[in-house]
T-cell receptor, first 114, second 115 residues
Framework: AQTVTQSQPEMSVQEAETVTLSCTYDTSESDYYLFWYKQPPSRQMILVIR??????QNATENRFSVNFQKAAKSFSLKISDSQLGDAAMYFC???????????FGKGTHLIIQP | DTGVSQDPRHKITKRGQNVTFRCDPI?????LYWYRQTLGQGPEFLTYFQNEAQLEKSRLLSDRFSAERPKGSFSTLEIQRTEQGDSAMYLC?????????????FGEGSWLTVV
């Protein structure tokens, strides 16, 4: 069974600083995507970034980037120039739970200090 | 593209009553998923549809739960004889399996409180 571990229940960062959220996973898939989702207090889950496991290059979306270590099954999210609007729960997700459905970690609560 | 929409957003019901949630996926998305999320946890998979066919159910989906997607468009999730343990947010999501990565898009969720 797929498992996803987010070892940081809560992280706090000063506005404009950089923060890294960690995620490790286990999967039996050989070719897969990994995802980071953001869930603000309004509760809608929003896709932040995705990574193709067979690609060496780490994905980047504006201020968001990943550090993907396939052998270590590690998939961390780096947020640069943190903004107040980044405050949310962040969930790491890997394939599992229904064909191409997702298994989620427990999330990291990100606090942005003004 | 209007996104995934869910109705109602909030529902308070008495224990033992039946409730039904509706989900309208992104148009032309062939896959539709239901997840459950409780406070402090990530979403947990319940079931999914490929078009109108329900292809997988989680062990979390007891026989009091039933989901349908009659014409491969909208879906309903019914919970019969609700229990306090059913209190959670029920998330619907959809995806286009023909697009690489099968990225899943979520609705805003339906909050259920059983009193």
């Amino acid at each position: 069974a797929q498992t996803v571990t987010q070892s940081q229940p809560e992280m706090s960062v000063q506005e404009a600083e950089t923060v890294t959220l960690s995620c490790t996973y286990d999967t039996s898939e050989s070719d897969y995507y990994l995802f980071w989702y953001k869930q603000p207090p309004s509760r809608q889950m929003i896709l932040v970034i995705r990574q193709e496991a067979y690609k060496q290059q780490n994905a980047t979306e504006n201020r968001f980037s990943v550090n993907f270590q396939k052998a270590a099954k590690s998939f961390s999210l780096k947020i640069s120039d943190s903004q107040l609007g980044d405050a949310a729960m962040y969930f790491c997700a890997v394939p599992g739970g229904g064909a191409d459905g997702l298994t989620f970690g427990k999330g990291t609560h990100l606090i942005i200090q003004p | 593209d209007t996104g995934v929409s869910q109705d109602p957003r909030h529902k308070i019901t008495k224990r033992g009553q039946n409730v039904t949630f509706r989900c309208d996926p992104i148009s032309e998305h062939n896959r539709l998923y239901w997840y459950r999320q409780t406070l402090g946890q990530g979403p947990e998979f319940l079931t999914y549809f490929q078009n109108e066919a329900q292809l997988e159910k989680s062990r979390l989906l007891s026989d009091r739960f039933s989901a349908e997607r009659p014409k491969g468009s909208f879906s309903t999730l019914e919970i019969q004889r609700t229990e306090q343990g059913d209190s959670a947010m029920y998330l619907c999501a959809s995806s286009d399996s023909l697009r690489s990565g099968n990225t899943i898009y979520f609705g805003e969720g339906s909050w259920l409180t059983v009193v």
